[in-house]
């Protein structure tokens, strides 16, 4: 089956320092990749996507883009701020037969921002 | 405003009292789906649905029915509940199945004694 592996937290930076957050894949097909973000007490909201091989998505100084040679597609953003503290969430849609498509979610990285 | 609401926000029951948390989306999407959030296992897809009529499982759909009548709507049916289904749920609902948004409620926390 398809399964999304994203690197564990939590992870604690000062402001201003460079971000990265790993997330590796494994579907068979050609998936779409995204990162959610879910603030405290919220719902998950797109925060970015790619949706073919060597796409970058980017929002908000956040990037990612997308291996497929590596299978991979990190978040990374050159200077973190105290309100991107949350839990990044990695994903990938792929199609699961019959029409029909499957949403797979890694197991989310807490990022806290210290000034 | 276009958004994904669900009801109730939170619940507490006892195990085996039949229980149904609404999902309704006022975008015209046609894919809808349920997660389970627990801590330590991020977010577990349940059951989703393609279009009315068409639903399918998801990696953890034991204990649970859905049913896609209309296209805003998407009921989380726990026939039996049990402790084991504790949990944050979350409804979500994009345009298709393949690439695009997925636009999430707020959330249910349900627990079950």
């Known amino acids: 089956g398809n399964s999304v592996t994203q690197m564990e937290g939590p992870v604690t930076l000062s402001e201003e320092a460079f971000l990265t957050i790993n997330c590796t894949y494994t579907?068979?097909?050609?998936?779409?990749l995204f990162w959610y973000v879910q603030y405290p007490g919220e719902g998950l909201q797109l925060l970015l996507k790619a949706t073919k091989a060597d796409d970058k998505g980017s929002n908000k100084g956040f990037e990612a883009t997308y291996r497929k040679e590596t299978t991979s597609f990190h978040l990374e953003k050159g200077s973190v701020q105290v309100s991107d503290s949350a839990v990044y969430f990695c994903?990938?849609?792929?199609?699961?037969?019959?029409?029909?498509?499957?949403?797979?979610f890694g197991k989310g990285t807490k990022l806290s921002v210290i000034p | 405003e276009a958004q994904v609401t669900q009801n109730p926000r939170y619940l507490i029951t006892v195990t085996g009292k039949k229980l149904t948390v609404t999902c309704s989306q006022n975008?015209?999407?046609?894919?809808m789906s349920w997660y389970r959030q627990d801590p330590g296992l991020g977010l577990r897809q349940i059951y989703y649905s393609m279009n009315v009529e068409v639903t399918d499982k998801g990696d953890v759909p034991e204990g649970y029915k859905v049913s896609r009548k209309e296209k805003r709507n998407f009921p989380l049916i726990l026939e039996s509940p049990s402790p084991n289904q504790t949990s944050l749920y979350f409804c979500a609902s994009s345009l298709r199945g393949d690439g695009y948004e997925q636009y999430f409620g707020p959330g249910t926390r349900l627990t079950v004694t």
């Open positions: 579907a068979t097909g050609y998936p779409s």
């Open positions: 975008m015209n999407h046609e894919y």
């Open positions: 994903a990938l849609s792929a199609y699961s037969g019959a029409g029909s498509y499957q949403l797979t």
